[in-house]
């Protein structure tokens, strides 16, 4: 018990907390892309298994309180890992095979399909092997003139889904 509260008690508070969480994190989890030193894709079943396991523990088995949690907690890090590295890691690769990421494309060229203007965005279409991305495009670096339709362009920097490009003559001239 802890403050007259059992801990059977709890681990079931905190197994429906949890999944009302990774309900959410399913729906909602790429919208809010984490880079923290914990990932909530992970730490969130992990404190779910470990409250479902010592859930069951308490009311199965007569074993100490802490050795109880240990025992959940190494449990729950076995599924988690195997979590991680049969479903989540798998999945996050594959997003990146069907078609080019925007890291990939800094560095290509494309065409540009809406004329680009001094200090305004455009539009451009960048051809890859599993088909064309169309992605608004600004200047990199300050121009004097707008850059045609048709006119190709090289891509230097992506931020915020925005392309940001120098006009492109083909290869170096020596």
Same mark, same amino acid.
């Given at each position: ?5 059992? !801990? +059977?008690?709890?681990? &079931?508070?905190?197994?429906? @907390?949890?999944?009302? /969480? =990774?309900?959410? %994190? *399913? ?33 199965? !088995? +007569?074993?100490?309180? &802490?050795?109880?949690?240990? @025992?959940?907690?190494? /449990? =729950?890090?076995? %599924? *988690? ?94």
């Amino acid at each position: 018990m802890i403050q007259g509260i059992p !801990l +059977e008690t709890i681990y &079931l508070y905190t197994l429906i @907390v949890c999944a009302g /969480i =990774a309900v959410l %994190l *399913v729906i909602f989890g790429d919208v809010f892309d984490f880079d923290g030193p914990i990932d909530p894709m992970l730490a969130i079943p992990w404190l779910a298994f470990t409250s479902l396991f010592g859930y069951l523990g308490e009311r199965l !088995l +007569e074993w100490h309180h &802490l050795v109880l949690f240990l @025992v959940s907690g190494a /449990i =729950a890090s076995i %599924l *988690v890992f195997l979590l991680n590295f049969y479903v989540l890691m798998p999945m996050k690769n594959a997003e990146s095979t069907i078609s080019i990421s925007e890291k990939d494309m800094e560095g290509h060229t494309a065409t540009v399909v809406t004329p680009i203007p001094v200090g305004g965005m455009g539009e451009i279409q960048l051809k890859s092997v599993t088909g064309s991305i169309s992605r608004p495009a600004a200047f990199y670096a300050p121009q004097e003139r707008t850059i045609e339709r048709g006119t190709q362009v090289l891509i230097i920097e992506i931020r915020e889904r925005v392309c940001y490009v120098v006009p492109y003559e083909g290869s170096l001239q020596l």
